[in-house]
C-alpha cells in the first residue's frame, strides 16, 4: 500500500468503514452507535490490520496491480479482503470444534451383553448395571434389544446391534422407567447432548403421542414423539436426533433418559447417545476464554501445529495460518 496510513484520523477511517455498516458519527441518533464502533474500531485495530495482513497478503500481491484509484480504494480493498475472509472463517469454526470435542459417555450405543439368534432382549431391572456404563434407574425394568438383520419384523437400532426401550415389556401394564449414567464434567462450561429415539408403536395406535425427559442435573428437557405405522424398513427412517446443551454446575452430572408414557409395554427407543463438550471457536487453551493466551500459542504455532498444541490449528486443514487467526479474533472474549 503507498503512502503512509496513519495520515488518516479516526473519523477518515470511519467514513471509510462505512460501506461496512458503521454509522456516521455526526448523526444525533447514531452517535451512541458511533461511538462504540469508535471505541471497538480503537481497540481492536492493531490485531485486525495484523489478521488483514495475514489473511489477505496473498490476494492484495496478486491484485495490487488491477486495483486503480486512490489510496482510499486500497484501503476499501483491505477492508473486504479481511471481512470475507473473517466470514469463511467462522463458516468452518463449528468443523474444527466438532471434531476436538472429546465423547464423554460410556457406551452411549447400548451396546455388548448376550447376542440372540434373532431379535429380542433382557430385561434389566431397577437398580441393573446390566448394561456396561449405565444404571437403571426405575421404577421398572427396561428392555436391552438385540438385532437381527436378517429378521424383518425386528425394528433395526440406529446403530450396532442393540438400543433401548425405555418401557419394559414384562407385562402391558408396565409403568415407564429410565437409564442413567454420571459423567466428568468442568463446572462452567457448556455441554452438548445428543440422543437418537423413535416411539414404539406396539400396544398403542399410529400416531399416539409419548414423551421422552433428558435430564443432565438440573437441566431438563421434555421431548413429544409420536409413534409410526409398522411396515419392514419403515422404523429405521423413524429415528430422530434430539439434542440439548446446558452448563455444567459440578465436576460430575447425572444423565437420565426417562420415559413419561406410563403402563405401556411400547415406550421410547434410544439409542446413539452422545455428550461433548461445546468448544468455542478460537479458545485453543480450553479456558472459556478467547484471549491473549490463545492468540500466543497461535502465533507460536504457525505454520505446521506442534504435537503439544494441536488445537492451534482451528481449522483442521492441516497448518496454523490466516484462516486459524480470523477464527480467533471473530471470537475474542468470553466464550458464549
Known amino acids: 500500500m503507498r503512502g503512509d496510513w496513519r495520515k488518516y484520523s479516526d473519523e477518515q477511517w470511519m467514513r471509510l468503514a462505512g460501506a461496512s455498516g458503521i454509522p456516521d458519527g455526526n448523526s444525533p441518533t447514531n452517535r451512541d452507535s458511533y461511538s462504540k464502533s469508535r471505541v471497538a474500531l480503537i481497540r481492536f485495530a492493531p490485531l485486525l490490520l495484523f489478521a488483514a495482513f495475514l489473511a489477505g ?41 466438532a471434531v476436538h470435542a472429546q465423547e464423554l459417555f460410556q457406551n452411549g450405543s447400548f451396546e455388548g451383553g448376550v447376542s440372540f439368534v434373532a431379535c429380542g432382549w433382557d430385561n434389566p431391572t431397577t437398580g441393573s448395571t446390566m448394561i456396561p456404563g449405565w444404571v437403571v434407574t426405575g421404577p421398572f425394568n427396561v428392555d436391552w434389544v438385540v438385532i437381527d438383520p436378517s429378521t424383518t419384523s425386528c425394528p433395526c437400532s440406529h446403530g450396532g446391534s442393540r438400543y433401548i426401550d425405555l418401557n419394559g415389556s414384562l407385562t402391558t401394564t408396565a409403568p415407564a422407567s429410565a437409564i442413567a449414567q454420571t459423567v466428568a464434567t468442568t463446572a462452567g462450561k457448556r455441554y452438548q447432548l445428543s440422543v437418537f429415539a423413535m416411539a414404539n408403536s406396539s400396544y398403542t395406535s399410529i400416531g399416539t403421542i409419548k414423551q421422552l425427559r433428558v435430564s443432565a442435573g438440573q437441566d431438563v428437557t421434555e421431548i413429544d414423539l409420536v409413534t409410526f405405522e409398522n411396515c419392514v424398513g419403515c422404523p429405521c427412517a423413524n429415528w430422530q436426533q434430539l439434542t440439548m446443551t446446558f452448563v455444567a454446575t459440578a465436576s460430575a452430572t447425572d444423565i437420565e433418559f426417562r420415559s413419561l408414557f406410563p403402563n405401556n409395554a411400547g415406550g421410547i427407543f434410544i439409542d446413539s447417545a452422545s455428550i461433548r463438550p461445546v468448544i468455542c471457536a478460537g479458545d485453543v487453551d480450553d479456558s472459556s476464554w478467547v484471549d491473549g493466551t490463545d492468540l500466543a500459542i497461535v502465533l507460536q504455532n504457525w505454520g505446521v501445529p506442534s504435537a503439544k498444541q494441536p488445537r492451534s490449528d482451528i481449522t483442521l486443514d492441516g497448518a496454523v495460518d490466516g484462516n486459524d487467526l480470523a477464527i480467533l479474533l471473530s471470537n475474542w472474549g468470553a466464550c458464549p
Do not use: K, P
Open 57 to 97: 497478503h496473498a490476494v492484495i500481491g496478486r491484485s495490487r496491480a488491477r486495483v486503480a484509484g486512490t489510496e482510499e480504494n486500497q484501503m476499501r480493498f483491505v477492508t473486504t479482503t479481511l471481512a470475507t475472509t473473517l466470514a469463511t472463517a467462522v463458516a468452518t469454526a463449528a468443523i474444527g470444534s
